[in-house]
């Protein structure tokens, strides 16, 4: 009888306390991936935290201001391997950010990507499912050796098989109003190129302390923060000359938009040099504004796209400038972005607040007629 009731009691007390939801820490993973642990520790995932990430931070509390929420229900995609995630995320329930417990400031860690088993595909946005064995690894096809200090599995997981262990999170997030704020297009993926091969590029040194490799995948998740420098491949520009004006044309090689998020604004700079003169021609802006009656608003209360000018998947913009160029001249070209449109900075209050409102270059060119 006491044997049963231990049982019938173990049983409970595991369900309560939802022990798969409980996480290797990050740095259990430092003294042998050493590399891709510091290359982690640079990445937007390791930083997704308000404590953090100065403009999740401000977005967060203008929120909290508005709305009174009481529920970091962010989470989902932010801190995912919270011990309370379930309170974070279920309707009715209080669960705030905890900048004293571990298991938020660890954001989205190496355990918990490397336990995502399948993805659930919902309207609002999808659902991690994570795997029970708190100790097995999925990874893509490594061969041989065991881990000393963990399994893995290889053969079994199609997410990460194919580059898709991404899109739990980052396929798409609709609001109450049915409006989808952000989404990386997940059904145009490019013939050979996925999100993985595209921002998550071998580099070299070896993945591990025990076994050498000569390359291993990024873990520096290049994007609009940092590394952006690693994408500008997918970004062809080219120009056109034409006796009374010339194009610009601005070819986004990638399978989504060339930002994504909206607090995005991208622009392109172009100037021509004569001699010893240069002439700064009007910039062209890309964005994606959101609101509500033809106003911009903020995320949870858009309804609509009051503008869309952000190049699309696998579009070729073309930027006419009315200038009559002459043998000699030289075209500067400056592709790059604010992560926060500097008309927002103000009523965030980011405008002192560096990578909010510096202009970061993603590609130059130079073309001489
Ligand atoms: C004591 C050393 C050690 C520690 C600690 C360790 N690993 Fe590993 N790990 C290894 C070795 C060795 C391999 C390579 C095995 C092989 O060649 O297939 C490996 C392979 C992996 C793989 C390979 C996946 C693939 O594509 O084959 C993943 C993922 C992984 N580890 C994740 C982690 C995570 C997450 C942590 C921390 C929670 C961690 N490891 C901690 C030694 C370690
Ligand atoms: C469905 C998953 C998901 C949820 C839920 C979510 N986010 Fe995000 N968030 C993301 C992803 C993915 C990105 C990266 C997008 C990108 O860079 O294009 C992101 C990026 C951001 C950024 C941009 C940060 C930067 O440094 O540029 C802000 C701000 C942000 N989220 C705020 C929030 C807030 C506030 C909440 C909760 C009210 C929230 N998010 C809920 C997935 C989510
Ligand atoms: C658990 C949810 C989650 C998963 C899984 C996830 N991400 Fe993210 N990712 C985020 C969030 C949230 C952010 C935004 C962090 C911030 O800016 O505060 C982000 C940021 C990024 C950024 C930086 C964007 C920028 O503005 O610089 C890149 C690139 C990225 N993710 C790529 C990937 C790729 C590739 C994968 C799959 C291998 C992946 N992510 C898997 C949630 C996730
Ligand atoms: C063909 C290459 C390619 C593929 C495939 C690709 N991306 Fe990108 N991604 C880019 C380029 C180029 C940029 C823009 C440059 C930058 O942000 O540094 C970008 C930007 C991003 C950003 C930052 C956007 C922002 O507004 O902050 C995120 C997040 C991202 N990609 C996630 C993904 C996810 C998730 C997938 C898979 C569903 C994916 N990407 C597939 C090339 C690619
Ligand atoms: C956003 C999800 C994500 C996070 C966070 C993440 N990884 Fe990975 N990791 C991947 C993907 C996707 C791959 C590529 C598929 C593969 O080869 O296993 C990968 C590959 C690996 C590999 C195999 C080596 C290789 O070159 O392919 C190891 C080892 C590894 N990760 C360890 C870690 C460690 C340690 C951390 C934390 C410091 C970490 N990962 C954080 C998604 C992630």
Known sequence: ??????????????????????????????????????????????????????????????????????????????TPGADNLDKMTTPGEKAMF?????THQEAIGCAYCHRIEKIEEHAQSNTNIISKD??????????????????????????????????????HNVNKFGLNLCSSNVNSEMNSANCVSCHMPQVEGSFSSIIETKTHSFHGFAGAHFHSEMLSKYVNISILRNIDHFIVNVDNQSSHALLLHPARLALLKISVTRGEETTELEKEVFVRVIGKEGKPSMPWMAEEVI???????????????????????????????????????????????KTAKEFKVFKKESFTF
């Not at 001249?329 to 900075?345: E, I, S, T």
């Open 1 to 78: 009888m006491k044997t049963l009731y231990i049982l019938l009691f173990t049983a409970l007390f595991l369900g309560a306390n939802d022990a798969v939801h409980e996480f290797a820490p990050n740095q259990e993973c430092q003294k042998c991936h050493e590399q891709i642990y510091s290359e982690y520790y640079g990445s937007m995932h390791a930083n997704a935290t308000p404590q953090k990430d100065p403009i999740h931070n401000a977005i967060w509390n203008k929120q909290v201001a508005m709305t009174k929420t009481e529920q970091y229900s962010c989470g989902k995609c932010h």
């Open 307 to 353: 503008k869309d000018t952000m190049i699309q998947a696998n579009e070729k913009r073309a930027v006419r400038r009315d200038f009559k160029l002459q043998e000699g001249d030289r075209v500067d070209v400056v592709l790059g972005w604010f992560l926060v449109n500097p008309k927002a900075l103000e009523s965030l209050g980011l405008k002192d607040e």
């Open 98 to 102: 905890d900048a004293q417990n571990p």
């Open 134 to 171: 708190k100790n097995s690894y999925y990874g893509s096809n490594r061969s041989s050796l065991d881990s000393p200090y963990h399994k893995i599995i290889t053969d079994e997981n199609e997410n990460f098989k194919n580059g898709n262990v991404c899109v739990g999170c980052h396929s």
